[in-house]
């Protein structure tokens, strides 16, 4: 009997409890050595937006995992088998943000955007420019990744030098002059300032601090929606970005979203009349499914307490043919879901990028 065989990559889910405070804001995110600012940085009064959820592979934090293979028969069911060879794993790992004021979740991806781009972070566009009025969106930036050693911890630049005592001495008595002009409040209030930097710094060193690899960038590839963001950090080999892992047009996560929509809920075994009901999240990217590649698209049940919760993940083949199903989350089995009338023509990142030239045009 023939055999397919499928791969998913499953994530792991880390919900948090009480959303919406100043103690879930993160600081940075930590990425295989890497450390990159946090959305968090630019989220004001004005933009809203809450860090709901991290989705990452197998295993979580970030750390290199294998896919588990399973192999089915006619695609519609599948049965657990032992791990094939290695297959390389998508490394990544994203940030889920809900509950932004409506429309300005782009806002603050601009404002983002421009933080990661100064010299301190030195990012640069990996993708053409986005329009930042537009009610949905994807911008990727990136750099290269920090060098690892042996060990995998990251590499210190052999540019950067101790203090020695002498220059110690030299700010902390910078430091005394400077306070004695101070006030009790003032004097609390730079101490503060102090700890504050101190703490960030233990989770955000600086960039320059360290070697880097020239054979790696890290990605930050960021979409939004009108209330919503993902922010996937992921790391891509210089000498296999151009191997043609990725097919050259493929549906967009608008045409993604066009083909879920026209799913009734029950085919997916979930209540409700229209998939509209559902918060549509774009995944880290492409995932072989059946050896084809897949976008990966989160289901998000839509709460009563203004939080999701993860309902299913499926997977749109790139020409839009195929909608895959992972039967349980958390489980290896994916399943092949019928399709009846597929939406013509579904948008593809090609005419995406049109459309954003032509409107910027006009």
């Given at each position: 009997m023939?055999?397919?065989r499928i791969?998913a990559f499953?994530?792991?889910?880390?919900?948090?409890?009480g959303c919406?405070s100043s103690?879930d804001s993160?600081?940075?995110?930590?990425?295989?050595?890497?450390?990159?600012p946090?959305l968090d940085?630019v989220l004001t009064?004005?933009?809203?937006?809450?860090y709901?959820?991290?989705?990452?592979p197998?295993?979580?934090?970030?750390?290199?995992?294998?896919?588990?293979?399973t192999?089915?028969?006619?695609g519609s069911s599948?049965?657990?088998?032992?791990?094939s060879e290695?297959v390389p794993?998508?490394?990544y790992?994203?940030?889920?943000?809900?509950m932004f004021n409506?429309d300005?979740a782009?806002?603050?991806?601009?404002?983002?955007?421009k933080?990661m781009?100064?010299?301190?972070y030195?990012?640069e566009l990996?993708?053409e420019?986005?329009?930042y009025?537009?009610?949905?969106?994807?911008?990727?930036?990136k750099r290269?990744a920090?060098?690892?050693d042996e060990?995998?911890?990251?590499t210190p630049s052999?540019?950067?030098e101790?203090?020695?005592?002498?220059?110690?001495?030299a700010e902390?008595?910078?430091q005394?002059?400077?306070?004695?002009n101070?006030t009790?409040?003032?004097?609390?209030?730079?101490?503060e300032?102090q700890?504050?930097?101190?703490?960030?710094?233990?989770?955000?060193?600086?960039?320059?601090?360290f070697?880097?690899?020239?054979k790696?960038n890290l990605?930050?590839?960021i979409?939004?929606?009108?209330?919503?963001?993902l922010?996937?950090?992921?790391?891509?080999?210089i000498q296999?970005?151009?191997?043609g892992?990725?097919?050259s047009?493929?549906i967009?996560?608008t045409?993604?979203?066009?083909?879920?929509n026209?799913?009734?809920p029950?085919e997916l075994?979930?209540?409700?009349?229209?998939?509209?009901?559902?918060?549509?999240?774009?995944?880290?990217?492409?995932?072989?499914?059946d050896?084809?590649?897949c976008?990966?698209v989160?289901?998000y049940?839509?709460?009563?307490?203004?939080?999701n919760?993860?309902a299913?993940?499926?997977?749109?083949s790139?020409?839009?043919?195929t909608?895959y199903q992972?039967?349980k989350?958390?489980d290896t089995?994916?399943?092949?879901?019928?399709?009846?009338?597929?939406?013509?023509?579904l948008p593809n990142e090609?005419?995406?990028l049109l459309e954003m030239?032509l409107?910027?045009?006009?």
């Amino acid at each position: 009997m023939f055999k397919k065989r499928i791969f998913a990559f499953l994530p792991i889910f880390f919900l948090l409890a009480g959303c919406g405070s100043s103690d879930d804001s993160l600081t940075a995110y930590q990425f295989q050595g890497n450390a990159v600012p946090a959305l968090d940085k630019v989220l004001t009064s004005e933009t809203g937006g809450t860090y709901i959820i991290s989705l990452s592979p197998a295993g979580g934090g970030g750390e290199i995992t294998e896919p588990v293979a399973t192999e089915e028969d006619d695609g519609s069911s599948s049965e657990e088998t032992e791990p094939s060879e290695d297959v390389p794993a998508e490394n990544y790992i994203s940030y889920d943000y809900q509950m932004f004021n409506k429309d300005m979740a782009a806002v603050a991806v601009k404002d983002y955007v421009k933080l990661m781009t100064n010299d301190e972070y030195a990012f640069e566009l990996d993708s053409e420019e986005p329009d930042y009025s537009s009610t949905v969106g994807n911008v990727v930036l990136k750099r290269p990744a920090v060098l690892l050693d042996e060990n995998g911890e990251a590499t210190p630049s052999a540019d950067l030098e101790e203090k020695t005592d002498e220059e110690k001495e030299a700010e902390e008595k910078a430091q005394k002059e400077a306070e004695k002009n101070m006030t009790k409040e003032e004097k609390k209030a730079a101490k503060e300032k102090q700890k504050q930097l101190e703490k960030e710094l233990e989770v955000l060193p600086p960039y320059s601090n360290f070697e880097h690899d020239s054979k790696s960038n890290l990605l930050v590839d960021i979409n939004w929606t009108p209330t919503s963001c993902l922010v996937t950090l992921k790391i891509k080999t210089i000498q296999s970005s151009d191997n043609g892992s990725e097919p050259s047009a493929v549906i967009s996560f608008t045409g993604a979203k066009m083909l879920m929509n026209s799913v009734v809920p029950a085919e997916l075994g979930l209540p409700g009349e229209d998939m509209t009901e559902y918060t549509l999240m774009p995944g880290p990217g492409y995932v072989m499914v059946d050896e084809v590649p897949c976008l990966a698209v989160y289901v998000y049940k839509n709460s009563a307490q203004h939080t999701n919760e993860l309902a299913t993940i499926c997977f749109v083949s790139a020409d839009g043919s195929t909608l895959y199903q992972q039967e349980k989350v958390g489980d290896t089995h994916v399943k092949k879901i019928e399709l009846g009338d597929i939406p013509d023509p579904l948008p593809n990142e090609g005419d995406e990028l049109l459309e954003m030239a032509l409107e910027a045009e006009k």
